[in-house]
């Protein structure tokens, strides 16, 4: 069955960066798009950008232009999300979520990342 | 405008029919997708494309869509359907988009 896995929770100061992983399985990896989508505590979902497993092309929204880079490593069906210069309103659920069929269909367990001084 | 905008709270008695809509202009051109999300898990997918439901999916649950306006119904909804809804579609340059989530109390 398709399972994402994601790292575990981190804690960081304002400024410095943050890499959360996923690792599929369950599914051909290099076949299929895969999102990141945060949520800040008690708010929606925020769609961070996407990335190409096979190739691995990008597209981020423009929010996050230039802070975050998405990258994959096909040996261990694994992408990567980093943020940098983090700021207390980047505490989050981090999420990567597949797309297999139309939209989003599988999501990770969430990475829960907390930005404090 | 690359927004999708969704009333925040809904209340709809136990069996009875309610509605949850998402409008913006994107609507237009691309179908929703409707996720579910309850407390402390991560969103699932109900609806997507023109009214699709995942395997697993009750089919209390439906999608429609009508000029930049795209609906989630569901009819005779159930104890276990309180939860957040989150339209999904896509803003002007092709990335996704994600409504600002409406709360569905069932009374």
């Known amino acids: 069955q398709v399972q994402l896995v994601q790292s575990g929770a981190e804690v960081k100061k304002p400024g410095a960066s943050v890499k959360v992983s996923c690792k599929a399985s369950?599914?051909?990896?290099?076949?299929?798009?895969m999102h990141w989508v945060r949520q800040a505590p008690g708010q929606g979902l925020e769609w961070m950008g996407i990335?190409?497993?096979?190739?691995?092309?990008?597209s981020y929204a423009q929010k996050f232009q230039g802070r975050v880079t998405m990258t994959r490593d096909t040996s261990t069906s694994t992408v990567y999300m980093e943020l940098s210069s983090l700021r207390s309103e980047d505490t989050a659920v981090y999420y990567c979520?597949?797309?297999?069929?139309?939209?989003?269909?599988?999501w990770g367990q969430g990475t829960l990342v907390t930005v404090s001084s | 405008s690359s927004e999708l905008t969704q009333d925040p709270t809904m209340s709809v008695a136990l069996g009875q029919t309610v509605r949850i809509t998402c409008q913006g202009d994107?609507?237009?051109?691309?179908?929703a997708s409707w996720y579910q999300q309850k407390p402390g898990q991560a969103p699932v997918l109900v609806i997507y494309?023109?009214?699709n439901r995942p395997s697993g999916i009750p089919h209390r649950f439906s999608g429609s869509s009508s000029g930049n306006t795209a609906s989630l119904t569901i009819t005779g909804a159930q104890a276990e359907d309180e939860a957040d809804y989150y339209c999904?579609?896509?803003?002007?340059?092709?990335?996704?988009?994600f409504g600002g989530g409406t709360k569905l109390t069932v009374l």
């Open positions: 494309g023109k009214n």
């Open positions: 990335i190409n497993p096979s190739g691995g092309s990008t």
């Open positions: 999904n579609s896509r803003d002007s340059s092709g990335n996704h988009l």
């Open positions: 994107s609507l237009r051109s691309y179908y």
């Open positions: 369950g599914y051909t990896f290099t076949t299929y798009y």
């Open positions: 979520a597949s797309q297999l069929g139309a939209d989003i269909d599988y």
